[in-house]
């Protein structure tokens, strides 16, 4: 096995106050679930239950007539109260509402098999299928090109705590045993045989990455990289980039299938188990929370019971999943934990005026600049809430967004170009497409301009008028990714 | 129909103070949810707290009258700042203000009269800032502009007689200035037999009221770089290409200052850390910071060598301020090709 350390020199480091410890902490069975009937990038399916109905967990009550999408399953055994709209994911969805009996017992896919070895590679897919594990990530499981072939094929799985908060690998390790991910991977490698895998661990794994070296069994192709916590690296277009260069990455999509690392658990529990995707860890992070840690959550448990139960309760929260950079924050909690979500970030939302900020020494601020005391004490813990502690006013060329633009392009030249209106070829030939959207731009400027907001117009209006020559564009993106290796 | 009063006045200059002393006080509206805490007073605050010690090196080396000037350029600046806000109905903001009605007297002569620092701020911020549409979009440093503009108009006032500066005791702490008992000298780019190494470094020679106590001007000035609040490329290769060309230049004409010399008077080091780092006026491309630096320090060469002028920072920094522009562009166009689509190059 080969470990291989990245160096990726933009970006930005964020140690945040709040971060969850390892203890994972069972949130038990919700008196009722919510389950929309669309998961991750699927499409939405079609509801087989009706009120009234007794269903178990792990039962079947949502199934795609002609599509492709997995199928939903109940997360909790009990009654089906209504099947009816609800606004999820920016749409009218239909959901499942079921109201539990409080018991913990769920119904095991059929052809699961403790020797999994002996199923065919279609068994282990239709298992994944079945289980809803398919449809996990951004981009799922097996969306793989059939005429691609095999070979030349790559498996990435992101263990990298690159956000600013992270869902811990320590933690979904400790709780579910080194062999369980192992087993995963070797699931996974049956499915795509001849693909590389790639592990990408962040740099403090060095006790995960020895004892994985000793239990990795037979899975030859398996290739360890140590990579700075540097934020975007979760981008899966930049890690993919890291990982494999810029010349292997053209048309990567049809080649390269990035997982999180609970995707590896999900697929062998699914297989070896027969569990259906019932529930999932997410991590409470942030110091919105009274406590931080890891919570077993079944899929569907509505946000407020989880709210109620560990949100402060002084002052105003401001609750986002997963990525405070990207992701819009939750405004209705009566929303279900989905299968998207790997954290629920809360922060106190402040908006009191502090007299002569400026000046402060900012022994715990939370800053890209060297201008604070935090500069020099690296370890410590940053403070974390929704102030923007500026006025918006005109760009300074400072730099700062260049210095940390994962996608080596100049954020404030371009966003000058958009904010006087000039959005031409001249954008597509200094890299706009190049924009992996992580809004790091916006997160580092001094004067606070939403360069992020601005590129990503551009590229919307781009698209439109000039639609060959984007797709060109896009394409070749990733041979202006500048990495260190 | 908007009717500029004197109330609207009094109000933009209560609403900038607020501001800047209380900040905005509300949330971020949506992604990033979090901002980094770095934000453009606290960018420009660095500024000014380098340039402090140097203020009070000028408050010790030619009295009190330093901050008088000071006092004059923040009213002035402020008036004039407030007038086009209230005009413009924009808003103030107090920032930029506090650096150049800062760096603006320390680049003055110590005699100058506190008429010409009015009218020399004045000018420096309609010409140099507010003519191209506020900080952000100026093309040139206003102090600068402002320098240049009284040390044409005014040549009498501006290019001497220097006063020896105050360098025993408490020197300017005790005194408002030094006219009374003026003792005037050559400055060391005039004559620099005149003073040793050692005067150059700490002050002792005369010269503009903060370009003479270089050894404060380096450290500040590092001081900056390690903040990351100037970007080192553009003093180095300033600093580095004057040392070079002088260096060249002193092997073969007498006219050419050694480089230890060049390097240790005049405004070169106050301009190449303070004045041409102003990351508005100057290249933003990396490679152009440094093609910046390499001509600002031939320019600053060629103009002290071979011009009756005794200087040439300001002059080298004013001209390639308006090459700024230029630079990036032609990096920007050689760093990213353009694009073809079915072999036709479709952005040139």
Redesign the interface.
Known sequence: MNTNRKSFPPGYRFRLEGNPSADVIDFGIPSMVVIPLKQGFDEEVNAVVEPGDKVRAGQVIGRGDQSSASSVHASVSGVVESVAKIKYAGADVNAVVIKSDGTATWESLEASSNNWESLSVSQVEELLYASGVASLDRYGLLSRDSEAGDDGRHLIIKGVEAN?YNISLTALVAEQGLSRFVEGLKILQRIMPGAKIHLAFGESERELIKELSEVKGDLESLTIYTLPSKYPLDNEEVLVSAILGSNATKGWADKVVVLSAQTVFHARDAVVDGKPLIERIVALSGPGWENNFHLRVRIGTPLEFIVGEYLKKTGRQ?L?PNN??????FTDYALPVDCTIDNLNA?P???????????HP?AK????????LS?LRPNTERS????????S????????C?DVCPAGI?P??LDKHVQQNII???L????VFNCVEC?LC???????IHL??NIKEAKRKLAEDFN??AS??VI?KFSHFHFGG | MYEPSITSVFKTAVKATKSFVLGPGHVTASTPHIVDELDTRRYMTMVVLALLPISLGAVYHFGWRFLAAVFVAYFFGGVTEIIFAVVRQKEFRLEALLITGLLFPLILPPTVPLWIVAVGTVFGIVFGKEAFGGTGRNIFNPAIVGRVFVTAAFPLFMTGPWQVPFTEGLGGFLSYNRIADAVTAATPLMRPELYSYADLLLGRAPGSMGETFRLLIILSGIFLMVVKVSNWRIPVAYLGSVALFSLAGNMFFEQFAPPLIQLLSGGLLLGAFFMATDPVTSPFTRPGKLIYGVSLGLLTVLIRGLTENPEGVMFSILIMNAFAPLIDSAILKHRFKPIKHNGVVCNE
């Not at chain 1, 939370?366 to 201008?371: E, F, H």
């Not at chain 1, 974390?384 to 006025?391: A, L, P, Y």
């Not at chain 1, 597509?428 to 890299?431: A, E, L």
């Not at chain 1, 916006?442 to 606070?448: A, E, G």
Request: aromatic fraction near 10%; proline fraction near 4%.
């Open positions: 600013p401001r986002v405070l950079l990207t992701n819009l924050a922060i939302e402040n908006d009191s005026p502090t007299l002569f900020s400026f000046l900012g601020a939370n800053s890209n600049s060297k201008t604070f500069a974390c809430d929704t102030s923007v502690r500026g006025e006013g005109m760009c300074i060329s400072c730099g700062y260049e100049i404030h030249y031409d070829l001249q597509i030939r200094y890299g809004n916006s997160f580092v400027c001094p004067s606070r992020g907001w060959e020559i060109d564009a070749r």
